[in-house]
């Protein structure tokens, strides 16, 4: 059994990827040139000291590449010196720069500048320093906001692998930060896709790793994944690290040493060679989510590893008080097949490449527009809008739990968190320290919903209007889907092809677009879960130590019994 030192994630220190440390180590290990971009550079406006840095007013004259090499610069050697006051300086400085005259790959460089500026600010500034259970800050919507704008740009494809690396690896670091854990995974997934030898990426991930496996209630579980962070902290295999980043990544290691018997890095442990089912499309399926983690099982956030093959995640142990059955077990239960069906449904309808017989003599009229018409077009649809739902049932489930009395009728996912469900009356009081980290990610992850009220209107996410607008359309509307022969609703031809009644889109991009859906529901539910275990320790800390709590044994319902 792992017994934890404390509750405490390393929400402080994470080893951010900054503009020339990480560079420089990386050219160093590599043996490698300088990039071009970088070679033939010369400043116009000579800042060798944050003095001049402070003195610069406007960089509206300046050559775009120019001035933002001048930010990047700017920006490392404040936070070298823990200068808040340059950070802040340099903020409105970038506005004077001229996007449009810049070149694609500058502007994604000066988003992922302004993304370390906005993370020196919420590190270095002010009564929440990085590291405080501070919910919410501007800093950190603000950081967000840089870093998905760097990876959606044009440039950022341009850029060197390493570059590449470092947005997503800060990416990931700062989805960690906020509780997003999950999330953080496929990010530091894909930095080592880039280039497997990226220390910042694969030490970063290890550090979640190990808050994860300290957040899960199964205690095999927590071991497997501590022994993988462990594994990723080998020094052999952290290149190019930035200054103070070994040491810490060392130190993690040992801690990690301290607490996980010894066994557990010595023992061979065997994750794939598990039964995946009895049929050959069951085990297709099975393969199909592991390879895209949609297991309800942490262990599938390590890989596409068979011992994760299986929907293990439930409601933790929770306490209620006498004369209060297993309410919360069966709302669990309830959202959890509602996934699980969802995510088959998903499954059949990306699989499915013949008409289905009910398919047949089912009479359509062409509208000359390619539309997609099936039983597998319909349960694609059917996974969308069961997904999306879940998001609103969580927030049923915690409402109750901790005892938020909302109206039923105003519960929402996105609402929950504030003072009177109005986002201008700000975070409810409980919530604005509340030391939970999986919680904290619900949140985090509910600012990225778009939802029609005035206030919630803007979502951090680009995508979340998108996904609402789909999601109203599907419910109340009109969402027609095409084949992808179809050349789009905006094109020349006669104006009387467009259905302007209809949201359409190809099929391929709604299956994208469910698959991104689905992923981030499975994400909730876990945080759901581990909110609630966390919050069940902190209650058991609070009772009188003499308190009595009879426990309820629930079996589990078997597979033969679903019906």
Known sequence: MIRWFGWQYPIGYTARTHHRACEYAWLKCCRQEPWPIDRERKMDIQARKLADVLAVTTLANVVPDQAVEFIGNAVDRAWAKQRADVLRHLAPLTETIDRSAAAEIDVTLLDYYLGNLWNGLKCLAGP?????????????????????????????????????????????????????????????????????????????????????????YDHGHAIVMAREAWRDLDPSTLEALEPGAGEYFAGLRRDIERVVPAKAFQTPLDMTTFPLGTTDAEIEYRRWCLKNRLFLNPLNDLGAYEIAAQDILSSPSIVVPIGQGPRFHGFFNQIKQEFCSARWLAYEAMSESEPHFSDKNVQLFNTLDYPSYSLAT???????????????????????????????????????????????????????????????????????????????????????????????????????????????????GPTWLTDDLAVSLRREEFEAMTMRLIALVRAAIIYLSLGIHQEERTRAQKRPPDAIVPPMVLDVWDDEWKQ
């Open 378 to 492: 319909e349960k694609l649809k059917l996974a969308f809008r069961s997904a999306y739902s879940l998001l609103d049932k969580i927030a049923f489930l915690l409402n109750a739990y901790l005892g938020l009395a909302i109206p039923e009728k105003r519960v929402s996912f996105r609402g929950l968190w504030y003072e009177n469900q109005e986002k201008k009356k700000g975070i409810r009081q409980e919530f604005k320290t509340f030391p939970n980290w999986p919680l904290r990610g619900l949140y985090w992850l509910g600012k990225d919903l778009y939802e029609d009220t005035p206030e919630f209107r803007a979502g951090i996410d680009p995508d979340a209007q998108r996904l609402s607008e789909v999601r109203n359309h599907l419910e109340h509307k009109y969402f027609k889907l095409h084949l992808d022969f179809w050349s789009g609703p905006n094109v020349s």
């Open 128 to 216: 929440h320093r990085s590291g405080s259970w501070q919910w919410d800050s501007a800093e950190l919507e603000a950081e967000i906001i840089c870093l998905r704008r760097a990876i959606r740009s044009k440039g950022f494809g341009q850029l060197p692998d390493i570059r590449r690396c470092q947005i997503l690896t800060n990416l990931a670091n700062w989805h960690s930060t906020t509780g997003r854990f999950v999330e953080a995974v496929g990010a530091w997934n894909a930095a080592l896709d880039i280039e497997p030898r990226f220390g910042m990426a694969r030490g970063n991930r290890a550090a979640g790793r190990w808050s994860y496996a300290k957040a899960v």
